[in-house]
């Protein structure tokens, strides 16, 4: 099952660019991926003009013939196309109200990642968000095995 979650930049004018990812979007993974391997606004950016991803940092992908799952250079894993493109919020409160079924939204300011549990309330049928509750999460240190 995934996590999903969004990853945006803060733009000098407060408005958002962001792109949909896919696994393990809680903080414990991609909050401190985020905050170890993408922390400089160059290295948000990059990240976020390849669209939306399965995952931003993968050591692996499937092999086809053999039917395995082989080692890569870690890398971002991008959908592609042209409607896997960035998503640009006026504001804060449009990036947070994007339908992406996401549990997790982190956003780069000006020179840290900042984490957010996101949760929607929806209509009896589900045709209209009514309420989108945000609350900042803390992104924990890296966890080192002794």
Known sequence: ????????????????????????????WL???LKE???TYEKASELIDGGNMGCCYSDSEYDSETGEQISVEPRATYYGGDEEAPILSKNFDEFTRIDCWQEYSYVFVKDRWVGYSIRHKWNDDYSKMTDCIVNEVEIPKKQTVE
Do not use: Q
């Open 1 to 28: 099952m995934s996590t999903r979650s969004r990853i945006g930049i803060l733009l000098p004018d407060d408005s958002i660019l962001s792109v949909y990812h896919h696994w393990d979007g809680y903080p414990e």
């Open 31 to 33: 909050g401190v991926t």
């Open 37 to 39: 391997h993408f922390n």
